[in-house]
């Protein structure tokens, strides 16, 4: 069983990461006070209420993109910090695109971007509206796009499940915590019924951990021990992810990214997040020494 190396980790958080992922791994690891890291974040926010600037290192557009508000999100949720005035804000950016969102707005085509932007659909999906709905109905902010995308989401939902695992992962996230808790089991337990079947005809699932390349994990799909979609895979399937993880850190002490970045500056940023995604989810499971 692979051992990971924290304090090598920690150099490299602080030597390659970027402000964002230091501040919040400070407030995870050395008990530092969340407002530093909120203040980070705000950094990345637009007088729209969104969030743009490269949070999401991938694309440096500076206008607000529904995906770089998912990220945010997901930064508040991993705080324990949700900012309901930040929430508040980013829902009204949304509430001006519809009540279904696209990871993109236009805008991303003026600015530099990694080779899986190049020419990307920009429809409306559950890819990432139903991720940013879920954090909505876990922190209990009821603004009004809430419930207009809630209804958008039940839509896709009913029409037919996402078949890539970016997609699949968004709807677990809102089954998990969407307020029709009747409605979710339902299709929860159809889900269960056949997750083999389901989850392996997913495009990017990375079921097998020897599989090299880039893939969404169960550990994805379930970072905690107590998460709603842990009993979809096998204790020793986890265990197996887990000892992948833990064995993917480089001498540098970071964990490495298997996609094309813009260039060195998104490298570094990308890995930074990797690496404290990888250093979350292994505690997590009891796996840091």
């Not at 495009?203 to 880039?214: C, E, H, I, Q």
Request: net charge negative; aromatic share 10%.
């Amino acid at each position: 069983m692979s051992k990971p190396r924290f304090d090598d980790a920690r150099q490299f958080l602080y030597a390659e990461g970027r402000l964002l992922e230091r501040r919040i791994f400070g407030v995870l690891f050395e008990q530092a006070d969340a407002d530093g890291a909120l203040d980070a974040l705000r950094g990345y926010r637009n007088p729209d209420g969104g969030f743009g600037h490269g949070l999401e290192p991938d694309k440096r557009v500076p206008d607000s993109q529904p995906l770089d508000v998912e990220v945010a999100f997901h930064a508040m949720d991993a705080l324990g910090r949700p900012d309901r005035g930040l929430a508040w804000g980013a829902c009204q950016f949304l509430a001006g695109l519809g009540p279904g969102v696209g990871c993109l707005t236009e805008a991303y085509r003026d600015y530099p971007r990694a080779p899986h932007w190049a020419d990307f659909a920009l429809p409306p999906d559950l890819n990432p509206t139903a991720g940013i709905v879920a954090m909505l109905w876990k922190w209990g902010i009821d603004h009004p796009w809430r419930g207009a995308a809630t209804a958008f989401c039940w839509e896709q939902i009913d029409s037919a499940w996402p078949a890539d695992a970016h997609g699949f992962g968004e709807m677990l996230s809102f089954l998990a915590w969407t307020g029709d808790r009747e409605r979710a089991d339902a299709v929860a337990a159809a889900i269960r019924a056949d997750a083999g079947a389901t989850l392996g005809g997913l495009r990017m699932f990375r079921a097998d951990p020897s599989v090299p390349g880039y893939g969404v994990t169960p550990l994805h799909f379930a970072p905690t021990p107590d998460s709603a979609w842990i009993g979809l895979f096998e204790p020793s399937v986890i265990d197996a992810h887990l000892d992948d993880l833990a064995a993917a850190q480089r001498d540098d002490g970071g964990w490495p990214i298997s996609w094309e970045t813009i260039g060195p500056a998104a490298t570094s940023d990308c890995r930074g997040a990797e690496t404290l995604r990888a250093l979350r989810t292994l505690r997590s499971f009891g796996r840091l020494p």
